[in-house]
């Protein structure tokens, strides 16, 4: 059912690709810098998009909702949910709730951190510590977030890639991760599963 690819995408460009022209439900639309910068380039090639997010902010358009249990009065045809599911503690309702909004033949983009991507896997060799963010509750690599989507999810396809972050920090440490994760993509910075209805 998985298909693993060993493809390296760009996370952005391949998301706003596949919004073109679709409804999209971006779940966590604000992004960790709170600042929505991928939300307003989805919502400026989709045919229509909407965000939720746990707490926006009022009268800026965004939804209030939790990922782990919505209800909207829509179906969509992208679902997208970027950098969400390693905060989230219920995947099972996620999922429910995520296919619940899903037109026939549409898809469910999943993005997370790589829990073996070279960075990880640099600091646990020398730092003798695993890099984590205080608010995730789960990691995931290839083959877990494989067995989340097989036990939750019954898709027609199931594809999963990798990806890099673009060059946000110029350190060593980072160009290590992005030139590693280019050469072997099962060590890139991150996942990113497409789940097709």
């Known amino acids: 059912m998985m298909t693993h690819t060993r493809q ?12 073109r022209g679709a409804s999209v439900l971006h779940i966590g639309c604000l992004g960790a810098d709170r600042k929505a ?24 358009g965004y939804i209030a909702a939790d990922a782990q249990n919505f209800e909207l009065q829509s179906a969509f045809d992208l679902i997208f949910a970027g950098e969400i599911i390693e905060h989230l503690w219920d995947h099972r309702g996620f999922f429910t709730s995520c296919f619940r909004h899903l037109n026939p033949g549409g898809s ?7 829990a073996y991507s070279a960075l990880a896997l640099l600091n646990a060799v020398v730092r003798k510590t695993v890099p984590n963010d205080s608010a995730h509750v789960v990691l995931f ?16 396809r199931v594809t999963l890639s ?21 050469i072997v993509p099962k060590l890139a910075r991150g996942l990113l599963v497409e789940i097709v209805k």
């Open 8 to 19: 390296l995408v760009d996370r952005e460009q391949w998301i706003v690709s596949r919004a």
């Open 37 to 60: 910068v991928l939300h307003r380039q989805i919502k400026g090639v989709a045919r229509s998009c909407v965000g939720i997010d746990l707490a926006p902010p009022e009268n800026e």
């Open 108 to 114: 469910l983009v999943i993005s997370t951190p790589n």
């Open 141 to 156: 690599d290839a083959t877990t977030l494989g067995n989340l989507v097989r036990n939750y999810c019954a898709a027609s």
């Open 162 to 182: 990798f990806y890099e972050e673009r060059a946000v920090r110029q350190t060593l440490a980072y160009g290590f991760q992005r030139t590693l994760g280019r």
